[in-house]
């Protein structure tokens, strides 16, 4: 397992570092625009069918975040209950699928990192701590004991009710959607293909699955309006995604990191680049369109 961890974490950092300048330059500018509200795009008011499809894009969004906010409470709670009963099995379930949860959430959390460690702080390289949020649960179920992970449950407990409150008016512009799927992406290939995320249990996987799954829904958000405004971009985009699914199909369930060839975090990494770019052009395409509401 040594040998494969040593061989995919370079390469699919230099095809991160690659690609660098092309990201900054096709996604750059887009996150400035994407913040804007405007009626018009270049002077000229949307067409009854764009506007339509530019509030279908902020609702659906909005519910995919909604819904992982839930399920992540939801899978916290059955975590908690596993941990005071001694089911590490359920415990695992409960753990990889909160985890699942709160990969979807990571682009809208405000304050960056920073808010994000509070629930899943990663340990740090020689740190005597046990980490925080999820990690902490995770090196309790994977390298235990068991009963460590119920330090970090209360903070956990607390946060799932927040966070379904706090992302419940959760309102963006396509183009900001757009922005969030290339930051999501920029997350999977810096913190996950590149660098172990998981590194007790050695399940990447689980934030691989999770963040893609989170990327499909919001190009099916963008799906009608980029259809309206750039149906060439919106064909290449589809297309990075199914060859996306198509390599995922060929792992095993649950498949831990040993498991995955070489070649296979090798391929995932450029084609998640090749993602984070055609994502970064559709938040260019859908600049300028707002969220529907401001539409007369």
Not at 50 to 68: C, D, G, K, N, S
Not at 237 to 258: E, F, H, M
């Amino acid at each position: 397992m040594v040998s494969r961890q040593r061989l995919r974490r370079p390469l699919v950092a230099a095809i991160a570092l690659a690609t660098t300048s092309v990201l900054l330059a096709g996604c750059g500018a887009n996150a400035h625009v994407a913040a804007r509200t405007t009626t018009t795009i270049a002077g000229k008011v949307p067409s009854r069918a764009e506007q339509a499809a530019a509030l279908f894009a902020t609702t659906r969004y909005r519910r995919q975040i909604v819904q992982a906010a839930e399920g992540f409470s939801t899978s916290v709670n059955a975590l908690d209950g596993a941990l005071r009963s001694g089911d590490r099995q359920a415990a695992i379930k409960a753990w990889a699928a909160a985890q699942g949860s709160f990969d979807v959430l990571r682009p809208v959390l405000l304050g960056g990192p920073a808010s994000s460690a509070t629930y899943d702080g990663q340990l740090l390289a020689g740190s005597k701590t046990k980490g925080q949020g999820l990690h902490a649960i995770e090196r309790a179920l994977f390298q235990g004991p068991l009963s460590d992970g119920l330090a970090a449950m209360p903070e956990l407990r607390a946060a799932g009710p927040q966070l379904v409150i706090g992302l419940f008016r959760t309102i963006l512009q396509p183009s900001a959607i757009a922005v969030n799927q290339v930051h999501a992406l920029g997350f999977l290939a810096d913190h996950v293909l590149s660098s172990s995320q998981e590194r007790v249990s050695h399940r990447d996987l689980v934030d691989v699955l999770a963040i893609i799954h989170a990327v499909r829904g919001g190009f099916n958000a963008l799906h009608p309006l980029a259809n309206l405004v750039d149906p060439k971009q919106l064909s290449a985009t589809s297309t990075g995604l199914d060859q996306v699914d198509a390599l995922l199909s060929t792992l095993p369930p649950g498949a831990t990191d040993a498991e995955v060839p070489t070649e296979v975090w090798a391929r995932l990494g450029r084609l998640v680049s090749v993602l984070q770019f055609d994502f970064g052009q559709l938040a260019g395409s859908t600049a300028g369109y707002s969220s529907g509401r401001y539409y007369a």
